[in-house]
């Protein structure tokens, strides 16, 4: 998604030893030095409850978790709903009904949840006509020995419990698709936009829960399954160390596990912020088309530090604790870094 490039809110920029910005507004306000004498204050971090999720509709989603959580239900409980919240949007392009739906004209959603007690996750993908995916996902995870299911299978499961169905596709989105239609067979179709929101909530008793919903690159191709219902790829929990969760073209992420990777950067020590930036650098030295990604990532650790980066001028990400709900700017990427790192760490 192209964004215009927004005031930072809350907080300010600093610039890193590998020329990228990253956040500083932490309350902890500790400074550290990032190799090449340049200093930058530590990760933000805050008190848990902590939500962290993509894009600022993300900050509706992460109030959301943040109430349901208060009011007494569980983490997993919280995720879900807070990513229901964006699901049920159907002027959300991106999530849920609302979203652009694949080359046929129907919208295939994918989605996954995960729990860091326990390290369980059910996901699901390609699924039409529901709308809330990842609580399909979560009844994945709770009720069967499996990790994952797809289409027809996926939608079986989902009926058979009762799960709310809805429009293959909103009249809106029908029209623009029947003009993409028009011009696609004209050449001129033009790529839209696509998004997803992952969110992550760190509790106060320190265990992790993430979740992940989509409807994917508009106008895929029927059956493409993107990063976000990969568990690894566009989402990834470890309740030792921390999480991760990613937007942008999925298939930049998937073939590098990419939100694993940010979680076991920071298992090695890397901050959140960090973790995201070497996982981009690592993406981009093995990707022929180098930082011309399009992707993005946001991470929570165990701590209760929080971060993001993106290639380009980066991405809007949203926080929510109880002192504050608020959009920030993560730092973008466009080239190799040098100093720490550009070392062998990546
Ligand atoms: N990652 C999603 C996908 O590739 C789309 C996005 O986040 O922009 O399906």
């Not at 919240?85 to 979203?99: F, K, T």
């Not at 029209?175 to 760190?202: G, R, S, V, Y």
């Not at 530090?305 to 920030?328: E, I, N, P």
Request: net charge positive; glycine share 14%.
């Amino acid at each position: 998604m192209k964004i215009p490039r927004r005031a930072f809110i809350g907080s300010s920029l600093v610039a890193l030893a590998d020329g990228s910005l990253a956040a500083a507004n932490s309350k902890s306000g500790s400074q550290k030095k990032s190799g090449k004498g340049v200093q930058r204050e530590a990760d933000p971090s805050a008190k848990p409850p902590l939500v962290i999720s993509t894009w600022p509709f993300g900050k509706p989603a992460n109030d959301r978790t943040l109430e349901v959580f208060r009011s007494g239900k569980s983490g997993l409980d919280a995720v879900e709903q807070g990513v229901r919240l964006a699901e049920a949007d159907l002027s959300n392009p991106s999530v849920g009904l609302g979203g652009i739906p694949a080359a046929h004209g129907v919208v295939q959603l994918d989605a996954c949840i995960m729990s860091g007690p326990g390290h369980k996750a059910g996901s699901v993908a390609a699924v039409e006509g529901f709308k809330h995916p990842v609580s399909i996902a979560r009844r994945v995870m709770e009720e069967t020995r499996h990790v994952m299911l797809v289409g027809e299978g996926a939608q079986r499961f989902a009926r058979e419990r009762k799960f709310e169905e809805g429009p293959a596709v909103t009249p809106g989105q029908k029209a623009a698709w029947e003009n993409w239609k028009k011009a696609q067979e004209a050449e001129k179709a033009k790529a839209p936009n696509h998004d997803t929101i992952a969110l992550l909530m760190l509790s106060p008793s320190g265990d992790i829960f993430g979740a992940c919903s989509t409807s994917g690159w508009g106008y895929k191709i029927p059956g493409r399954v993107g990063d976000s219902p990969i568990i690894g790829g566009g989402l990834y929990v470890d309740n030792a160390v921390g999480g991760a969760g990613a937007t942008g073209i999925g298939e930049n992420v998937m073939r590098y596990c990419g939100s694993f990777l940010v979680v076991e950067f920071m298992r090695q020590g890397m901050s959140p912020t960090e973790a995201c930036l070497a996982t981009l650098h690592r993406i981009a030295s093995m990707d022929p088309k180098g930082y011309d990604l399009s992707i993005n990532f946001i991470a929570l650790d165990k701590r209760g530090r929080f971060g993001a980066a993106g290639t380009g001028q980066g991405f809007q990400y949203s926080v929510a604790c109880d002192d504050f709900s608020k959009v920030l700017q993560s730092p973008g990427v466009t080239q190799k870094p040098v100093g720490p790192l550009g070392g062998n760490r990546l």
